[in-house]
């Protein structure tokens, strides 16, 4: 998916760019999403929870829309053009609908609910996404993956995964990257992530194993959920930094709550983010920039979209020094 701000900002780690302030409680942040609209004078909302004012990574996890529901019968649904991407991964889940995927590769995919399809962008890739006529209800997230210096000039690829549920103490999982609860995705990546879906019965309460080395994010699409203590509503994320071997969530709703956990350990680097490119410096985003708007051989070309590409935003008129998360506790 396309950040399709007019004036997006350009971001390094730990840089201010929304007013939402988080609310502490012990061990957990809660991170409030702010909207944003996809594209045109009818554009559908999305949800952005990173990056933002308190936190711009969660692991390698750079970037997270969640969207939906969203009854596209009586609106305009998902419709990106071909845009580029540089230096990450796209990560698409449904929860209901369908979305067309085109990219210079050549792929031409249909990304459906518990369906992952991961592309990694690398040195250049450029890709479509538009809701298909079947889709009555469209809802989901589109995440972004921050690639390390050694490969964010790695080859275009796509991946598509279909994780097979697992059943824990009233709850479903569903884990598309890196592993938890025995679950084990054969999706590669760059660094070490995790990414599952977990949907709680009314009511039930589980406890999960995790990576000690890692930081967690858990977004709540439905549902009142109670991570480690603190209550996280719909579109809220839960920030639980290193040092914990277990979490516990409790749905605390009369339905069913569903969520999606991400995690990695801390991402060191030193990122620079401006529309849909990840560099590591100013240079590298003007030089992306420029290779777009040139039609250069660097991000290909998506074929049979019926419509023009979108242009690139015009840059600022700063150049800001890249810097890492806020330093931790």
């Known amino acids: 998916m396309s950040n399709v701000e007019t004036e997006p900002a350009e971001l390094r780690c730990g840089a201010l760019v929304d007013s939402a302030e988080p609310t502490e409680a012990p061990g957990v942040e809660v991170l409030?999403?702010?909207d944003v609209?996809?594209?045109g004078p009818r554009a559908m909302l999305v949800r952005r929870t990173l990056p933002q004012r308190a936190r711009t990574l969660i692991g390698a996890w750079c970037f997270a829309d969640h969207y939906g529901p969203v009854d596209v019968t009586t609106t305009h649904g998902m419709d990106v053009a071909p845009h580029p991407h540089t230096g990450l991964q796209t990560v698409?889940?449904?929860?209901?609908?369908?979305?067309?995927?085109?990219?210079?590769?050549?792929?031409?995919?249909?990304?459906r609910p518990g369906e992952m399809n991961l592309m990694t962008g690398g040195y250049g890739i450029s890709h479509s996404e538009v809701s298909t006529?079947?889709?009555?209800?469209?809802?989901?997230?589109?995440?972004w993956v921050a690639l390390p210096e050694e490969h964010r000039s790695t080859e275009r690829d796509f991946q598509h995964h279909i994780p097979e549920p697992v059943r824990v103490d009233g709850?479903?999982?569903?884990?598309?990257?890196?592993?938890?609860a025995g679950a084990v995705s054969p999706v590669r990546t760059f660094t070490?992530?995790?990414?599952a879906e977990i949907t709680?019965?009314?009511?039930?309460?589980i406890s999960l194993a995790v990576d000690p080395a890692f930081e967690h994010g858990l977004l709540v699409d439905s549902g009142d959920v109670r991570l480690s203590g603190t209550v996280l509503r719909p579109a809220e994320l839960g920030y639980v930094p290193p040092g914990v071997g277990a979490l516990t969530l409790v749905n605390e709703s009369e339905g069913p709550a569903r969520t999606i956990l991400l995690g990695g350990p801390p991402f060191e680097e030193e990122i620079v983010m401006w529309w849909n490119f990840v560099g590591r410096s100013h240079e590298d985003i003007v030089r992306a920039r420029a290779d777009w708007e040139t039609s250069s051989d660097r991000f290909g070309d998506v074929v049979e979209y019926p419509g023009d590409r979108l242009p690139a935003p015009a840059l600022p008129n700063a150049v800001i020094l890249p810097r890492?998360?806020?330093?931790?506790g």
């Open 192 to 195: 070490p992530l995790l990414g």
């Open 92 to 111: 698409s889940w449904l929860f209901s609908g369908e979305v067309e995927h085109r990219d210079s590769l050549g792929t031409q995919a249909l990304i």
């Open 133 to 143: 006529p079947r889709t009555t209800v469209l809802h989901g997230v589109q995440l």
């Open 37 to 39: 609209p996809l594209g």
């Open 32 to 34: 409030a999403a702010r």
């Open 324 to 328: 890492r998360n806020p330093p931790r």
């Open 200 to 205: 709680l019965e009314p009511g039930a309460a």
């Open 171 to 180: 709850a479903e999982i569903r884990v598309f990257l890196g592993s938890l």
